[in-house]
């Protein structure tokens, strides 16, 4: 089923908040069933980037493809309709709902209530310690447990395309590293995903393609065993 398109596809974007041009430019291409990640420092715009695909902020220029369709004017909830799920950093999950209402509300633009019922129920495989604590308001939860439930929550969209932001911040190294089986785990269900992460080493060790961003614009781009290899990258990111 190789295609050509990329799922994703963005063209010369130029983002700003107010007077701060946080996106110079950007363009980056997504190919359907794998993992690409964006690595970059505090502040070079990975956010922004992943903000301006899901519709959060408006891109003032350039386009944005997903399927071959423009979607660089949709709002969010028009972009999640096309199949495009977003993990925000920081969690950012419910804290006054229980497990299983944050994850129903992932699901909330789907009709198909006995599939929602398997994909919970898959959720749950992936992340046993959220089945153990369905009933816990999220707030309750532990750092690692709220970052599955967020992850958990976006997978509940059954999305196309997931776009995960710093899944990894904050956690035990243990956690980390479970943290990233899962994202390949989800990977090889199917799901096409765009990682933002500052644990560089690891993210390009799970993606095919990597993308390097400086200020605002995207200053290397390769296969991520070639970033793992480069100098510039080994010395600025990977700490070697
Ligand atoms: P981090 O890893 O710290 O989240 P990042 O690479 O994701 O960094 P962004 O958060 O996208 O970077 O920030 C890019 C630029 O835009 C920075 O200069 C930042 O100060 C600025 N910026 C981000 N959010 C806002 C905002 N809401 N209002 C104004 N400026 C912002």
Redesign the pocket.
């Known amino acids: 089923m190789a295609s050509q398109q990329p799922l994703l596809e963005m063209r010369n974007v130029h983002t700003y908040?107010?007077n701060?041009h946080?996106?110079k430019g950007i363009s980056c291409s997504i190919p359907a069933g794998d993992i690409v990640c964006?690595i970059?420092?505090?502040?070079?715009?990975?956010?922004?980037?992943?903000?301006t695909i899901f519709g959060v902020?408006r891109a003032s220029r350039g386009e944005i493809l997903f399927q071959g369709q423009p979607i660089q004017d949709l709002r969010p909830e028009q972009v999640a309709a096309r199949g495009v799920a977003q993990t925000p950093?920081g969690r950012q999950i419910f804290a006054q709902m229980t497990t299983m209402e944050n994850l129903e509300l992932g699901a909330y633009l789907r009709t198909d209530q006995e599939e929602v019922v398997r994909d919970m129920e898959n959720v749950f495989t992936l992340f046993p310690a959220l089945k153990e604590r369905r009933h816990q308001l999220g707030g309750t939860l532990s750092g690692g447990e709220q970052q599955m439930l967020a992850i958990g929550r976006s997978l509940m969209s059954r999305p196309i395309l997931l776009l995960l932001?710093?899944p990894s911040?904050g956690l035990a190294p243990k956690l980390v590293e479970r943290i990233f089986d899962t994202i390949l785990e989800i990977n090889k269900g199917g799901t096409t995903i765009f990682l933002?992460e500052?644990n560089a080493h690891m993210a390009l060790n799970i993606s095919a393609n990597g993308y390097v961003?400086e200020?605002?614009q995207i200053v290397l781009a390769d296969k991520a065993s070639a970033l793992l290899e480069n100098e510039q990258v080994k010395k600025a990111y990977l700490g070697e």
Not at 40 to 51: D, I, P, V
């Open positions: 908040y107010d701060i946080a996106l964006l970059g420092a505090n502040g070079a715009g990975k956010t922004t980037t992943l903000m902020q950093e932001d710093e911040l933002v500052q961003m200020t605002g």
